[in-house]
T-cell receptor, first 113, second 113 residues
């Protein structure tokens, strides 16, 4: 069965610090998709990124960057120069057969001003 | 572009009762998924609908059922409510060819007493 582990339950940083959220996954599939979602206090999850297992290039979008390493089954997410608005719960997820997203337990990020 | 809307936002039921939760998909999306999120946990996949047919189901008992309508809106029905059904129920719409890229509503918070 697919599994996603986010070992960091909660992280607190001061504004402008860089922060990395870890994600480790397990799958027997050779082709798979990985995702990150953000859940602000309002509740709705916001899609951030989808990554195909064939594409190991790192991706950068503004202050966000993602590091995908197949060798270690990791898909880590870094926020550069964090801001208070980045405070949220962040979920890593893996797409399983049947269109099912398997989510990790989430990491609570608190950014203090 | 109208986002995903869910109703009701909060509701309280007692054990054994039945509940119906409603969801309007984002304009242009043909697929709807439902997730259950218990407090402090990641969302868990209940099922997905495409063209009014169930298109994948998670590990939930048959008392969880759903419908998708021709306008792509959807309902989640839960019969014989149990205390453990207390959770945030999230609806998400998407395009079938972009599996995993979900657009979520803010959820319906169900409390079972």
């Amino acid at each position: 069965a697919q599994k996603v582990t986010q070992a960091q339950t909660e992280i607190s940083v001061v504004e402008k610090e860089d922060v990395t959220l870890d994600c480790v996954y397990e799958t027997r599939d050779t082709t798979y998709y990985l995702f990150w979602y953000k859940q602000p206090p309002s509740g709705e999850l916001v899609f951030l990124i989808r990554r195909n297992s064939f594409d190991e290039q790192n991706e950068i979008s503004g202050r966000y960057s993602w590091n995908f390493q197949k060798s270690t089954s990791s898909f880590n997410f870094t926020i550069t120069a964090s801001q208070v608005v980045d405070s949220a719960v962040y979920f890593c997820a893996l797409l399983e057969y049947g269109n099912k997203l398997v989510f990790g337990a989430g990491t609570i990020l608190r950014v203090k001003s | 572009e109208t986002g995903v809307t869910q109703s009701p936002t909060h509701l309280i039921k007692t054990r054994g009762q039945q509940v119906t939760l409603r969801c309007s998909s984002q304009s242009g999306h043909n697929t709807v998924s439902w997730y259950q999120q218990a407090l402090g946990q990641g969302p868990q996949f209940i099922f997905q609908y495409y063209r009014e047919e169930e298109n994948g189901r998670g590990n939930f008992p048959p008392r969880f059922s759903g419908l998708q309508f021709p306008n792509y809106s959807s309902e989640l029905n839960v019969n014989a409510l149990e205390l453990d059904d207390s959770a945030l129920y999230l609806c998400a719409s998407s395009l079938l060819n972009r599996a995993g890229e979900l657009f979520f509503g803010e959820g319906s918070r169900l409390t079972v007493l």
